[in-house]
Structure formats: structure tokens, C-alpha cells
């Protein structure tokens, strides 16, 4: 299967703790997205990646998150100190880009976190 | 107001029956439209994409765009249990997608 994966699929945490997602997106897909969904909720974005560089970031986003894409490949998400409203799903979209595909984002299976 | 606006539901159907469900936006400047089908603790999948006011058709669905209105449709006709998920109409602005919060159907054997 060569779809979006993310791991692991469930964490459970400690409010406080630091907890990291990761996401490997479909190989040839040069940008990557993160959303959070929370229930009865869509999607809501988080931040983008085209290769390695991270273009925009939603200024709803907290300091204590924050993303990389090393090597414009797999991009791992870290969440710093968890509150309990950090409960949420977490998922990774990839995209072929530019050729202007923005709306044809293929999503991973999601990571959902459980802050207690 | 938020950016995008759709009935919640749950919306419950026999089988076979056509579904219509909705969404309104207020953005006048986003672009592409398209339907994610939701299944339960799934990522969303793309179902369809339109760019222009009109109607586009692929198999049982049918998508509507009205950009006057700002308003678009997703019809599924001779509706299936298969189809039973959460449909999120979502638009593009520039490089991003606006997810509305989703319908939940239920389609009902």
C-alpha cells in the first residue's frame, strides 16, 4: 500500500507530557499537510510543507506545537506539554504540487490523542 | 460566521432513496470545491472536485457548484449502506482546504 500512514494511531498521555506523531506521505507527493479534527468537527488546518520548508503555519496554532519535514519526506508533529483541549485526531494529508492539486489531498488514517 | 456552513444531521435514508446534502460559504474568492467521504475513525477521502459554477457527475454522484449563491450540493442517487459515512464539503483558498464540519448519513438497509 503506498497511501499516506501515520503512526502510532492512538496515544494516550499525561497532560504535561510531550508527545510526537509521525507522518510518511505518498512518496512522490511533495507537500504535506496537518490538520486536527476534533468530533462533529471538519478538519482544521494546521500547518503546510512543501519539500522540506514549512510555508504557513495557522496562527490558531500554539507555540507548543511544532512540525518539521527534515529531508522533504516523512514530517513528524510535536505537541509540548498537553493540555486535555490537545484531545483531538491528528491527521496528515500529502498533495502533488504545483500543479495547482491543492484540492486533491490524499489523508492518512490519523492519530488520535487522548490527553488525560 | 464561519468560513464554510453545513447541517450536522445525522441524516437517516432507506436504500435507494437520494440524498441531498449541502453546504454554504461566504468566501467569495475560494476556488475549487470538492466532497470528502468520511468513514469512522478513517482519514477523509476525495469523492469529487468542481472548479466552475454547474454540475458534475460521476456515477451515483452528482456535485453542484452555484457561485452566485455561494452555495454547493453533493446528490447521491439509489443510495447504498456502503454510503453510510460523514460528507464534508470542503473549498480551497490559495494553498489551503476549508473542511465544513461534516454530515453524518446513515443509509438504512
Known amino acids: 500500500d503506498t497511501g499516506v500512514s501515520q503512526d502510532p494511531r492512538h496515544k494516550i498521555t499525561k497532560r504535561g507530557q510531550n508527545v510526537t506523531f509521525r507522518c510518511d506521505p505518498i512518496?512522490?507527493?511533495?507537500?504535506l499537510y496537518w490538520y486536527r479534527q476534533t468530533l462533529g468537527q471538519g478538519p482544521e488546518f494546521l500547518t503546510y510543507?512543501?519539500?522540506?520548508?514549512?510555508?504557513?503555519k495557522s496562527r490558531l496554532l500554539s507555540d507548543r506545537f511544532s512540525a518539521e519535514r527534515p529531508k522533504g519526506s516523512f514530517s513528524t508533529l510535536e505537541i509540548q506539554r498537553t493540555e486535555q483541549g490537545d484531545s483531538a485526531m491528528y491527521l496528515c494529508a500529502s498533495s502533488l504540487a504545483p500543479s495547482g492539486r491543492t484540492y486533491e489531498q490524499y489523508f492518512g488514517p490519523g492519530t488520535r490523542l487522548t490527553v488525560t | 460566521q464561519k468560513e464554510v456552513e453545513q447541517d450536522p444531521g445525522p441524516l437517516s435514508v432507506p436504500e435507494g432513496a437520494i440524498v441531498s446534502l449541502n453546504c454554504t460559504y461566504s468566501?467569495?474568492?475560494?476556488?475549487?470545491f470538492m466532497w470528502y467521504r468520511q468513514y469512522s475513525r478513517k482519514g477523509p477521502e476525495l469523492l469529487m472536485y468542481?472548479?466552475?459554477?454547474g454540475n458534475k457527475e460521476d456515477g451515483r454522484f452528482t456535485a453542484q457548484v452555484d457561485k452566485s449563491s455561494k452555495y454547493i450540493s453533493l446528490f447521491i442517487r439509489d443510495s447504498q449502506p456502503s454510503d453510510s459515512a460523514t460528507y464534508l464539503c470542503?473549498?480551497?483558498?490559495?494553498?489551503?482546504?476549508?473542511f465544513g464540519p461534516g454530515t453524518s448519513l446513515s443509509v438504512i438497509p
Open positions: 468566501n467569495s474568492a475560494f476556488q475549487y
Open positions: 470542503a473549498m480551497t483558498s490559495y494553498d489551503k482546504v476549508i
Open positions: 512518496s512522490e507527493h511533495n507537500r
Open positions: 510543507f512543501q519539500n522540506e520548508a514549512q510555508l504557513e
Open positions: 468542481t472548479y466552475s459554477s
